[in-house]
């Protein structure tokens, strides 16, 4: 589908409830696993985060982030279940405001796949001799208890009672990064994480009113999304997360995630981010092969079943790549994760790419200025030395 308009959608302004985004790259959650030991953010944050703001994406997500303490996959991931976290993300939150994008959060827990080693560490769970240098192995929790793999400890399956409490927890977190000054928040229901335990039949064994058909498998899901609906503010949207086929298999598929994403815009939920996998081995892992884009089919389902938008997703690292999905009508934003690790001025770099008038003013106006001033000398100089090479009439 060609635009009929002179500039590219990926540059376009778009307007979710009463936040408006300068344009439609999504600087997509990624776990750093360089947190404070309490889940409190660091100067690291700042920087890492406040780079991406300054290189001109449109909305930028801390890394998912957990909704109370156990909920972590390992002592150094990030959390928001103390009031004293509020100031520590709030300075974040405002630097990334100042340079004109808008701050976003990824509430999630670990679940079963807790107490666990980064993933340069293969993930692997904690030891006795992890506890021997200052971090002890803790009891994760699920919705059944089935192990990640043989080699893990069985995670303690909830009762009726616990799951109350761990979505109050959601409910307390939301509260918490409103507070923060987050403008948008997303639940994290992908990646076998522990909305993803419930939802799952390979996961989720249980007998009573959280478990068996779909309905009660997404239960907990369902209850999060109206507990964080229930404190935040209505003219800011909250997104969903899924994992639209499951790394293991058709236990889990696409028709699935349509029936949860209904669900879902049912009760509030404003934006899905469709990727996949997660249940069966890594938090990103997934049978689907790992081409451009490979995520962006579950994208154009999600946006057409249910009419909702959608982010897309997966291994999307071009700028002409990132227009034609949305040209195309695949999905209303463009999240990009490991590309801005390499290249943290993407946004600007791809506005250049696809012909944006003035594209410096999406950086600070001390980069912005003496950049355009360096291209203006360049073009004079090389005017110049076109019309010095030209020889004299005769």
């Known amino acids: 589908m060609t635009s009929t308009n002179l500039q590219p959608l990926l540059f376009t302004p778009v307007t979710l409830g009463d936040i408006t985004l300068r344009n439609r790259v999504v600087?997509?959650?990624?776990?750093?696993?360089?947190?404070?030991?309490?889940?409190?953010?660091?100067?690291?944050?700042?920087?890492?985060?406040?780079?991406?703001?300054?290189?001109g994406a449109g909305?930028?997500?801390?890394?998912?982030?957990?909704?109370?303490?156990?909920?972590?996959?390992?002592?150094?991931?990030?959390?928001?279940?103390?009031?004293?976290?509020?100031?520590?993300?709030?300075?974040?939150?405002?630097?990334?405001?100042?340079?004109?994008?808008?701050?976003?959060?990824?509430?999630?827990?670990?679940?079963?796949?807790?107490?666990?080693?980064?993933?340069?560490?293969?993930?692997?769970?904690?030891?006795?001799?992890?506890?021997?240098?200052?971090?002890?192995?803790?009891?994760?929790i699920s919705s059944s208890d089935i192990p990640s793999s043989p080699k893990d400890r069985a995670p303690h399956s909830l009762t009726i009672a616990e799951i109350k409490d761990v979505v109050a927890h959601w409910r307390e977190a939301a509260q918490r990064a409103m507070e923060a000054g987050y403008d948008i928040v997303e639940i994290h229901a992908a990646h076998g994480y522990l909305i993803h335990q419930f939802l799952s039949p390979l996961v989720n064994r249980r007998k009573d009113a959280y478990g068996g058909d779909l309905e009660g498998r997404m239960r907990v899901c369902m209850e999060i999304i109206e507990k964080v609906r229930e404190v935040w503010p209505k003219g800011k949207p909250v997104f969903l997360r899924l994992s639209a086929v499951d790394g293991s298999g058709p236990a889990w598929t696409l028709e699935d995630t349509i029936a949860v994403s209904i669900a879902a815009k049912a009760r509030g939920i404003e934006?899905?981010?469709?990727?996949?996998?997660?249940?069966?081995?890594?938090?990103?892992?997934?049978?689907?092969?790992?081409?451009?884009?490979?995520?962006?089919?579950?994208?154009?389902?999600?946006?057409?079943?249910?009419?909702?938008?959608?982010?897309?997703?997966?291994?999307?690292?071009?700028?002409?790549?990132?227009?034609?999905?949305?040209?195309?009508?695949?999905?209303?934003?463009?999240?990009?994760?490991?590309?801005?690790?390499?290249?943290?001025?993407?946004?600007?770099?791809?506005?250049?790419?696809?012909?944006?008038a003035n594209y410096f003013d999406l950086l600070p106006r001390t980069y912005g200025w003496w950049l355009k001033r360096r291209d203006e000398i360049r073009e004079v100089t090389r005017s110049a030395a076109q019309i010095s090479a030209v020889p004299d009439a005769k």
């Open 59 to 140: 909305l930028i997500f801390c890394e998912e982030t957990a909704v109370e303490d156990r909920g972590k996959k390992s002592y150094h991931c990030a959390g928001i279940y103390d009031d004293k976290h509020l100031s520590q993300y709030r300075r974040i939150n405002d630097f990334i405001r100042e340079h004109g994008a808008v701050p976003a959060i990824q509430l999630g827990h670990g679940g079963r796949k807790g107490s666990g080693r980064p993933p340069w560490e293969g993930y692997r769970q904690l030891t006795p001799e992890d506890a021997q240098r200052g971090e002890p192995p803790w009891q994760t």
């Open 271 to 356: 934006v899905i981010t469709p990727s996949s996998g997660g249940i069966g081995g890594a938090g990103s892992a997934t049978l689907v092969p790992r081409t451009p884009g490979y995520h962006v089919p579950f994208s154009t389902r999600v946006r057409e079943d249910v009419n909702i938008k959608t982010i897309a997703v997966g291994f999307i690292t071009e700028a002409r790549q990132a227009e034609q999905i949305l040209q195309d009508g695949s999905a209303d934003l463009i999240g990009i994760a490991r590309e801005f690790l390499w290249d943290p001025y993407w946004a600007v770099h791809a506005a250049r790419e696809l012909g944006v």
């Open 27 to 55: 600087v997509s959650p990624m776990c750093q696993y360089h947190s404070e030991r309490d889940g409190g953010p660091n100067d690291y944050h700042l920087v890492h985060l406040g780079q991406f703001a300054m290189g």
